[in-house]
């Protein structure tokens, strides 16, 4: 009982269901070793007793939470402190407020931001927590917009350095909001990736996610690139050949995308560069750049040019440099002065044409803009989990639970932040991120947004199937998401597929953040409430989006590291569990009708994890995973689920009219399944950008690692020749579907 009460207090969960009716207990171990992440020791009784009386003697007599959260609607509970207790509010501007005695109401009233609260008792007693007053909601998107889903390194273009880099982008956006009519371009995460070779292709396992990675730079638009003279122009023409060809053989020579061979030719010419003097308008901008960062930019830098040293695994790293703080670190950080400013001028850069590509979407008519991607978790061994220690639970890794589609669970080799620690810091490491994404973004897209409530833990070295749910403060996370949403002007975007717990859409929904809803899941279960999975979670279609969430956090590929059992294999993936959980013949499992949405959601037919749409269509998805060997039935009977869910979708279609074609033109069965999603009430209609030519290959196939080009493909057409950006907008495929969602609107 005990440890059970220790585990509550610091929100473990001592157990969770994997299936309707079934409750599973935590084991002990597990609860013992994940309090032991968060610095309690409960390994024998005495030491439960022990931390039991230290948590009364200390959070439980604190006069102050360790963050206090107000919003208009919602004051902090204060009662209780002691009668005569007097508050005092040191504001963000530097401000000070005497509210006198404790008024909880007195401080919604407060301005929005992150301040101060001090309380002092009558006799002496003092205490001071960060005090977040923040907004009910996040911004509304404005009006209802259609847009492209695009993962950047997939859109090459006649000037890509062998992927899709930030020019690309710029071009995108500025082409299909002025000739399309689009407003908004959802990306990939672009965070700064762990280096190699081989670097981890996947965008959803970065080094560091509160500083972008310059491999998506666009050397040319870089101002000093005009200046090369010299050797310096003679070799940087030399590296542009290089990039030629590197694209040529990805467009032309069926290559894959080469991440590492681009970032190769790009660091060189960014050290060609770097030794450019700049203008005295630019030095200014960059040290303004410097300032405002601060640091966070110096640590992320100091790893950078550790790594060059010593590997990408600060694990490894000799003692001295282990600790960011330590004298050795900041020794070395003297000698390698020059590489840190080299490594700090490229996120300057980077953010340049992040913003320049922001301003040509908005300069287009776009009202949204970028939406930008913020992965789950981060890599154990990168700069963000080097730099913030403290903030990360050590020998844990995020993932999920075993459930009817995985009875092995997922471990996805993500080290989670600390909810006390989060707490302790006034949401600083949160909010410093959330900010730093928002810096040039119409939206923000959250992968895995149920994490802002909980998360599954997995102590090191065991199965998923022994991991502990370890709850997070949701209010004060969505505040904080509030408050930097606001200050940005930027919508909210929560991937909320999958087992989503009771309660958590409709807090979401509170808050304004929309959903995600994908075509081929929207269906009626025979559930109740939206927000509890209907046939109590385990049978929702949308399981299979869970399902596709792999080891490198959700919607990525499995990494053989990453999995704690030694299996190379992922999840069943969203091809799997779909048919699984898709009604046969003789089902009941009703496809809801356009009006029967939800509103607030970002609505698309499907997403960089799950077949394309004309693989669904086709039956490419289901003979690719039969090549694979990642069938868990007969080919036939996969091939009869896929059939007949397929047929059931096109007779929805012929009924509502959305099909005038008729069936089996497949280029119609595209723009008839956008049509069905013109008709619901979502805020925002994603494009599969590869769905508007035809792609037939998924970019991420759950499940797989060695197996198939997880995260490597360039967009291709039918026939998988690729397309360049230039092609794209002068095909007719997907201008006439295009025309289909603009007119939608008219």
């Known amino acids: 009982m005990g440890r059970a009460r220790l585990a509550r207090l610091h929100g473990i969960a001592t157990s ?16 013992v070793a994940v309090l032991a992440a968060l610095g309690v020791d409960a390994s024998t009784p005495h030491a439960v007793r022990t931390a039991l009386a230290a948590y009364e003697d200390g959070a439980g007599r604190a006069l102050l939470p360790r963050t206090v959260v107000a919003r208009p609607d919602r004051p902090p509970d204060l009662t209780g402190l002691p009668e005569g207790t007097v508050l005092r509010v040191e504001t963000e501007g530097g401000g000070t407020a005497d509210l006198g005695a404790p008024d909880p109401a007195a401080l919604t009233r407060l301005p929005l931001g992150i301040h101060v609260l001090e309380a002092r008792t009558p006799g002496g007693r003092t205490a001071r927590a960060p005090l977040i007053v923040a907004p009910d909601r996040v911004p509304a998107p404005p009006g209802r917009s259609h847009g492209f889903l695009v993962q950047l390194y997939s859109l090459l273009s006649r000037r890509s350095w062998g992927m899709g880099d930030l020019g690309d982008l710029a071009d995108l956006a500025a082409w299909s909001g002025r000739a399309l009519g689009t407003g908004f371009v959802q990306l990939n995460p672009l965070h700064a990736a762990v280096p190699g070779p081989p670097t981890d292709p996947s965008p959803y396992r970065p080094s560091s996610r509160r500083f972008p990675d310059p491999v998506h730079l666009r050397i040319e638009h870089i101002p000093e690139y005009a200046d090369l003279a010299g050797t310096a122009r003679l070799r940087a023409d030399e590296l542009a050949a290089r990039a030629h060809a590197l694209r040529s053989e990805v467009l032309e020579g069926g290559a894959l ?86 490594h700090c001028r490229l996120a300057w850069l980077t953010d340049q044409q992040l913003a320049a ?211 190379a294999t992922g999840p069943a993936g969203e091809g799997v569990a779909a048919r699984e959980a898709a009604p046969g013949p003789g089902a009941a499992a009703r496809i809801l009708a356009p009006g029967e949405w939800r509103s607030g959601c970002l609505a698309t037919v499907t997403t960089h994890d799950l077949p394309t749409t004309a693989a669904r269509l086709t039956g490419a998805d289901v003979a690719l995973r039969e090549r694979l ?112 969602l603009s007119d939608g609107y008219r």
């Open 16 to 31: 969770y269901a994997p299936s309707p009716g079934k409750s599973v207990q935590t084991a002990d171990d597990t609860v």
């Open 257 to 342: 995308i080469d991440r590492d061979a681009v970032w190769a030719l790009k660091r060189e010419a960014l050290e060609l560069l770097w030794a450019v003097p700049l203008s005295p308008g630019r030095r200014a901008a960059y040290c303004d750049f410097l300032a405002e960062q601060g640091q966070a930019l110096e640590d992320h830098a100091t790893w950078c040019a550790i790594a060059e040293r010593h590997g990408p695994d600060w694990r490894g790293w000799p003692d001295g440099l282990r600790d960011p703080r330590s004298p050795g670190t900041a020794r070395l950080r003297h000698r390698l002065l020059d590489r840190i400013d080299f």
């Open 629 to 740: 060997g990642l069938l868990t039935g007969p080919p036939d009977r996969e091939r009869s689920r896929a059939t007949y869910e397929l047929a059931e979708w096109m007779g929805e279609l012929v009924r509502r009219g959305l099909l005038p074609e008729g069936q089996g033109d497949e280029e119609a069965a595209v723009k008839a399944v956008h049509r069905f999603l013109l008709r619901t009430p979502a805020r925002m209609v994603g494009v599969w950008l590869p769905d508007a030519v035809g792609d037939r290959r998924p970019q991420n196939l759950p499940g797989t690692w060695d197996e198939y080009p997880n995260w490597r493909l360039p967009i291709a057409g039918p026939d998988g020749r690729p397309h360049t950006l230039e092609e794209l907008a002068a095909s007719p495929r997907l201008h006439a579907l295009m025309r289909e």
């Open 357 to 567: 590509a922001q301003r040509a979407a908005r300069d287009a008519g776009m009202a949204i803009g970028l939406v930008h991607d913020l992965a789950v978790g981060v890599h154990p061994s990168g700069a963000d989990t080097w730099a913030q220690q403290d903030a990360f639970a050590a020998g844990m890794s995020i993932g999920a639970p075993p459930d009817a589609f995985n009875a092995r669970g997922q471990d996805w080799g993500l080290p989670p932040w600390r909810p006390d620690a989060l707490a302790a810091a006034g949401y600083a490491p949160y909010r410093e991120l959330l900010r730093g994404l928002l810096r040039h973004a119409g939206a923000l897209r959250i992968d895995h947004v149920m994490g802002l409530f909980r998360l599954w833990w997995v102590p090191e070295g065991r199965p998923p199937t022994e991991g502990a749910y370890v709850r997070y403060d949701a209010e004060a996370m969505l505040s904080v998401l509030a408050l930097e949403a606001r200050r940005a002007g930027a919508a909210v975007i929560g991937e909320d597929l999958g087992t989503v717990e009771p309660g958590v859409r409709d807090a979401l929904a509170a808050r304004g953040v929309l959903g995600t809803s994908v075509l081929w899941f929207e269906r009626d279960y025979g559930g109740g409430e939206r927000d509890a999975a209907p046939r109590a979670e385990a049978a929702d279609a949308a399981e299979a989006a869970e399902a596709a969430e792999a080891s490198d956090g959700p919607g990525a590929a499995r990494a053989p590291e990453a999995v704690s059992d030694g299996s």
